[in-house]
């Protein structure tokens, strides 16, 4: 017997039939005598309506009580799969997240949960009750109901199953795993069955959307073993086969020893290219920079700056392309002055195609391979970023799916590896 | 300065529209100087949309999940509602029951209010926040959801305008008050200035849909001057033109010295009539029927007995309509061979029609009129039942509006007193 958390999303209980279907899936578990706490999405595209209603009535609406609107989708699926459960025969219980003490910090629309309260999860689950808790919400401290911003679900999935420390979080969603890059992109691509969480983290926040990044980094701090697979499956395919298909995302490394060089290619349009040119190149420049962008509450991701020529030097960045215009009005208003920039030009035609893979580190050649590829198909490198398990480039965004095409090809990843 | 609570129901609030003039009417109330505790219901529709999904789910929906997903429709408002007072400039926050502890039985579905914690609300009003909650829903001492039942968000209204010990409880609804009837069915029907709760007691539960009769009993019980206004004047009506308009519902008897003999003409269409006939006129036969209906948790109306002929009698109940159908099963199954009645017969097919008035206590010949009247216009009584304040006869439901006209000219309500 083993306590499995299941995580369902929006798509996956988009209407009564498809509620119970997860349901007749949650009974096969079950049934086999496993403990199951199941979280949540709202209903697809129930979220959007509710924000939708709330800009009506307020165009830019007050995040406290956005998140007291917005908190009511997950709460409706959470009754209606209890529900549904029922109807099985199950023994069910639906918690909204403050009702399980989901404890949050107070920043509205995007909180951090901070504790949970397993105990009332726990009594129920010893009584053979299987426990519905709505994802995405908790409440702060004051007892103000909070959102854990898009895709919290995720978190809440695997937070929960930190807390209790369950055997495994299995993440229900419309694909069935993690793939080496986005087949509808490249047809040859081919699921990972394992994938570790230091790849997975790469590729989440490179673009790759099953899961929401937070979600993976906690389950890398609190060890939580994930698994991405389908919800399209057949509820009734045999639970041995069920339990081992998608990706498993490990936190250990020697299951990765047979694994090719890199995992996957991960990429990405949603993003905006910045540079100032000829900026004096003096200690605190970069401070100056992104602290003017950092106080806008703009989130920066790739960061370049090359060696100086003459005193100046010329220092990029990204940001998200929503955020391109605010940035640079920020920059244009305070920071050009300041800093004696000489022009400030940003391009948000681009894109960011990365490789990730664990195997970077132990082999040598890997970034030169990426680069000769791209050079072969005459798609011009903007900028260059890399870390331990992963190289990013960005390039005119017109180039993206070619890159990502020529590349899975150069690494072999449609080939499984020895 | 005057604490005040304000109630608005789905219709008031029934999009984003509407939520801004509600809002705008609020904002008039507290520029005045006024501290304001707003109850409101879920947008119209709202209620019955997520019913019908939970029905869709589970066909007899679990109570207690039920509550859950029903919950929902109150909770959006509230924020939307909110967040409409913060865009005119106000001070805003919105609470679900449970989160300022409204304290219920365990009762899904059909909840009744135990206790309130008005503290939060209190220390928000200090500092000049309109305070939202939503009505129809609390909590239990476990923690779950619970809801009212319909109509509920009244009684929540009534509820927080008692622990508030509130100066006054405005219910603010699409009829601009408490007539003498429904003005659909009698033209001439009057509204009326002041009631007192004894009557709107009566007129609340023989139909008159105004207000949720456990709101009126609540009001009664803690004395909360409660007034029924229009939400559909112009939100910019000048505020002392609007705090004396509607219908005040009193608990002072003397304001009524110059009443007419009857108030009101209440009527319903929602009953059935179940008889027993020859039934053996034995102690314990009363319990043994309706012990059996309320076992079934079957509210019985009317009750009427004869005296007994031949050592029988014939024992006559009225249920709801939706309850007749379930009542005749129980009699038919349960109790008919348990007291050797002869026959149970039933008529879905009947109305019940009342006269309501303090004035009758002191007045006699009411009851007599009221025959007469029906009887001149050929309508035949099928039951009578008697109060203090009213008389209610059951008649074939297709005489329900000639009776109620009738009634209204025989008694002159379209004349307000002298």
Wanted: hydrophobic share 45%; glycine share 8%; aromatic share 4%.
């Amino acid at each position: 017997m083993a306590l499995i958390v299941h995580k369902y999303g929006g798509t996956s209980v988009g209407n009564a039939e498809r509620i119970r279907n997860v349901a007749r899936r949650i009974a096969k578990w079950s049934r086999a005598g496993h403990q199951i706490v199941v979280v949540v999405s709202a209903m697809s595209g129930e979220t959007n309506r509710l924000i939708a209603l709330a800009k009506e009535v307020q165009p830019n609406p007050d995040p406290r009580e956005l998140d007291v609107v917005a908190s009511t989708g997950e709460q409706v699926t959470i009754g209606l799969l209890a529900m549904a459960l029922k109807e099985l025969g199950l023994k069910a219980k639906s918690y909204t997240g403050p009702q399980v003490h989901v404890l949050t910090d107070s920043a509205f629309t995007k909180a951090r949960i901070v504790d949970i309260d397993e105990k009332k999860i726990r009594a129920d689950l010893a009584v053979g009750t299987v426990v519905v808790v709505a994802g995405f919400q908790g409440a702060d401290e004051h007892g103000n109901i909070t959102t854990l911003g898009r895709g919290g679900s995720d978190t809440s999935a695997v937070a929960l199953a930190a807390a209790l420390k369950a055997d495994e979080c299995l993440i229900y969603t419309d694909v069935d795993g993690v793939y080496t890059t986005d087949p509808r992109i490249v047809p040859e691509a081919r699921r990972l069955n394992t994938v570790t969480f230091e790849e997975m983290l790469e590729m989440a926040s490179l673009g790759s959307k099953v899961l929401q990044i937070r979600s993976v980094e906690f389950a890398g701090k609190y060890k939580v073993k994930l698994r991405v697979l389908s919800s399209l499956t057949d509820a009734d395919l045999p639970l041995a086969q069920e339990a081992n298909s998608g990706t498993l995302i490990t936190f250990e490394e020697d299951t990765q020893m047979e694994k090719a060089v890199i995992s996957g290619i991960a990429f990405s349009r949603d993003e905006a290219k910045i540079t100032l040119t000829r900026v004096p190149d003096r200690p605190g420049i970069a401070y100056k920079i992104l602290g003017a962008i950092a106080d806008a509450n703009i989130d920066v991701d790739m960061i370049v700056q090359n060696i100086s020529v003459e005193g100046t030097t010329d220092f990029s960045f990204t940001v998200h392309r929503n955020e391109y215009q605010k940035a640079m009005d920020v920059l244009e208003s305070t920071v050009k002055g300041l800093i004696g920039a000489k022009q400030i030009v940003g391009d948000p035609k681009i894109c960011k195609v990365s490789i990730v893979g664990i195997g970077m580190r132990s082999h040598v050649g890997v970034a030169s391979l990426m680069f000769r590829t791209l050079s072969e198909e005459g798609i011009n490198i903007q900028m260059i970023s890399t870390s331990e398990i992963k190289t990013s480039v960005v390039v005119e965004d017109k180039y993206m799916e070619l890159a990502v095409r020529a590349l899975h090809k150069a690494f072999g990843l449609e080939q499984v590896p020895a």
